[in-house]
């Protein structure tokens, strides 16, 4: 039994102090005002206090536009110089292949926007994906489709992408293929390197948007073989808004912000050091304890994932073992996402569901649908996504609270 323990009026038990609960009037429904249980670590991570000690500096004295010939512009290069070098060393690369962007959807954007350009110059016009990518993908994907290029969409099994299919819908006229790393929603790992080893035998240029990866799992760019990968500080704990493109050594890529003469002449904009400078602190960071960080948030995945499977009339999405160590997403039958996570939230847990707002209705998302589910049951998932901050307390906390309320949402629909 937990420690600080309280039980509202309908004999649930919640965790933490009586006095941090007051009673939504609304819903008249306990409201832990307290306790917060963040688990939408895919969505965005708290900067880690160690980088906001090397991003402040950087607004009070370094302020510098690395631009500028003065001194101040010149401390505000070297940060720079040394963020691209750091991140470089965590990715096993160059440092003149990491091109810095506002995030990751530009990053997507650059990736595929300009490999069409590229394709199109030597005659070519079809490009592979599949069909559980970030929209930053498959909108920028769409784009190009009403330019007149084709885009085959793989269906991924359980959320994984068979080689086997990938190979068999190359054609004569393929010229770009973008598959990412992990996925965003259910968690699932493509196989990247034999992905990037069939397109790097038939001069398919092949990006993968690692936005998920990149500081959770290892990546080695070395090894990896890709032409072209998309990174976004904001989801390893580094500040929003600075992010990256890793073009490999002797691509000749078209550059997509017009503007200055930044980041090599690859990127116009004058850069934003601190988000930049946070990305790198954060990267040498999780780089230098990644192993036992993916131990430890596996096993509390682990443990999540049994409490809610045991709830009933449940399902795991996605593949079991080809998954990102924090990364839950499970459904429940009969049950409202959107309704499940008002009522997480109320007890002090954000998480995040299987459905999106779009266009004032509520859509089911598309990763669960393309891997098989019902609209109906796509619509009843939830996903909680684990970070370096959460602990075992917090899974307990959490697999009871989803278990009461998946409980009670049964017994209003009787
Ligand atoms: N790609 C994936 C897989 C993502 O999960 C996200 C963000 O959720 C993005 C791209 C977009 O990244 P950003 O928020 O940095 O623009």
Same mark, same amino acid.
């Given at each position: 039994?937990?420690?600080?323990?309280?039980?509202n009026?309908?004999?649930?038990m919640?965790?933490?102090?009586?006095k941090?609960?007051e009673?939504?009037?609304?819903?008249?429904?306990?409201?832990?005002?307290e306790?917060?249980?963040?688990?939408?670590?895919a969505a965005?991570t708290?900067v880690?206090d160690?980088?906001?000690?090397? /991003?402040?500096?950087l607004?009070?004295k370094d302020? =510098?536009?690395?631009?500028s010939?003065?001194?101040i512009?010149?401390?505000?290069k070297?940060?720079?110089?040394n963020?691209r070098?750091?991140?470089?060393?965590c990715?096993?690369?160059r440092?003149s292949?990491?091109?810095?962007?506002?995030?990751?959807?530009?990053?997507?954007n650059?990736?595929?926007?300009?490999?069409?350009?590229l394709?199109k110059?030597? =005659?070519k016009s079809?490009?592979?994906?599949?069909?559980?990518?970030?929209?930053? /993908?498959?909108?920028?994907?769409?784009?190009?489709?009403k330019?007149?290029?084709s885009?085959?969409y793989?269906n991924?099994?359980?959320?994984?992408?068979?080689?086997?299919l990938?190979?068999?819908?190359?054609?004569e006229?393929t010229g770009f293929?973008?598959?990412?790393?992990?996925?965003?929603?259910?968690?699932?790992?493509?196989?990247?390197a034999?992905?990037?080893e069939?397109?790097r035998?038939?001069?398919?240029?092949f990006?993968t948007?690692?936005?998920?990866a990149?500081?959770?799992i290892?990546?080695?760019?070395?090894?990896?073989g890709?032409d072209?990968?998309?990174?976004s500080g904001h989801?390893?704990?580094?500040?929003?808004?600075a992010g990256?493109?890793?073009i490999?050594?002797?691509?000749d890529?078209?550059?997509?912000i017009?503007g200055?003469?930044q980041e090599?002449?690859?990127?116009g904009?004058t850069?934003?050091?601190?988000?930049i400078?946070?990305?790198?602190a954060?990267?040498?960071?999780?780089?230098?304890n990644m192993?036992?960080?993916?131990?430890?948030?596996t096993?509390?995945?682990?443990?999540?994932?049994? =409490?809610?499977?045991?709830?009933?009339?449940?399902?795991?999405n996605?593949?079991?073992?080809?998954?990102?160590p924090?990364?839950v997403?499970v459904?429940?039958?009969?049950?409202?996402g959107?309704s499940?996570?008002i009522?997480?939230d109320?007890?002090?847990?954000c998480?995040s569901?299987?459905?999106a707002?779009s266009s004032?209705?509520?859509d089911?998302s598309?990763v669960l649908?393309a891997?098989?589910?019902p609209?109906?049951?796509?619509?009843?998932?939830l996903?909680?996504?684990?970070?370096r901050?959460?602990?075992a307390q917090?899974?307990?906390?959490?697999v009871?609270?989803?278990?009461?309320?998946v409980?009670?949402?049964?017994?209003?629909?009787?």
């Amino acid at each position: 039994m937990l420690k600080n323990t309280i039980y509202n009026c309908a004999g649930s038990m919640y965790y933490g102090d009586k006095k941090g609960f007051e009673v939504n009037t609304m819903t008249n429904t306990m409201m832990n005002k307290e306790k917060t249980v963040y688990m939408d670590n895919a969505a965005t991570t708290k900067v880690m206090d160690e980088v906001m000690d090397n /991003i402040i500096p950087l607004y009070r004295k370094d302020f =510098g536009n690395p631009s500028s010939i003065h001194k101040i512009g010149r401390n505000a290069k070297s940060c720079l110089e040394n963020a691209r070098r750091e991140i470089a060393a965590c990715l096993n690369v160059r440092n003149s292949t990491i091109n810095f962007t506002s995030g990751g959807t530009e990053s997507d954007n650059w990736a595929v926007k300009s490999a069409a350009r590229l394709m199109k110059a030597e =005659g070519k016009s079809h490009i592979i994906t599949t069909d559980i990518e970030h929209p930053a /993908i498959l909108k920028s994907l769409s784009t190009l489709e009403k330019e007149g290029f084709s885009v085959t969409y793989l269906n991924c099994d359980d959320g994984v992408l068979s080689p086997k299919l990938f190979e068999a819908a190359l054609r004569e006229d393929t010229g770009f293929a973008t598959v990412m790393y992990a996925n965003n929603e259910i968690g699932t790992v493509q196989p990247i390197a034999e992905l990037a080893e069939i397109c790097r035998c038939r001069g398919i240029i092949f990006h993968t948007d690692a936005v998920q990866a990149v500081g959770h799992i290892p990546v080695d760019l070395e090894s990896l073989g890709a032409d072209l990968l998309s990174f976004s500080g904001h989801k390893f704990y580094a500040p929003k808004g600075a992010g990256g493109l890793y073009i490999r050594e002797g691509l000749d890529f078209p550059r997509f912000i017009d503007g200055g003469e930044q980041e090599h002449r690859h990127r116009g904009g004058t850069e934003n050091l601190p988000g930049i400078a946070g990305l790198a602190a954060a990267l040498k960071l999780c780089c230098g304890n990644m192993t036992e960080e993916i131990g430890r948030i596996t096993d509390l995945r682990n443990r999540l994932t049994a =409490g809610l499977l045991n709830i009933k009339g449940s399902r795991l999405n996605g593949s079991a073992e080809k998954r990102l160590p924090g990364n839950v997403n499970v459904s429940f039958d009969g049950i409202e996402g959107e309704s499940l996570l008002i009522m997480l939230d109320m007890r002090g847990i954000c998480a995040s569901s299987g459905s999106a707002c779009s266009s004032g209705s509520l859509d089911a998302s598309h990763v669960l649908t393309a891997i098989g589910l019902p609209t109906e049951m796509a619509k009843g998932s939830l996903r909680l996504t684990l970070g370096r901050y959460n602990t075992a307390q917090e899974v307990d906390y959490t697999v009871e609270a989803v278990t009461d309320i998946v409980g009670k949402l049964r017994e209003m629909r009787m």
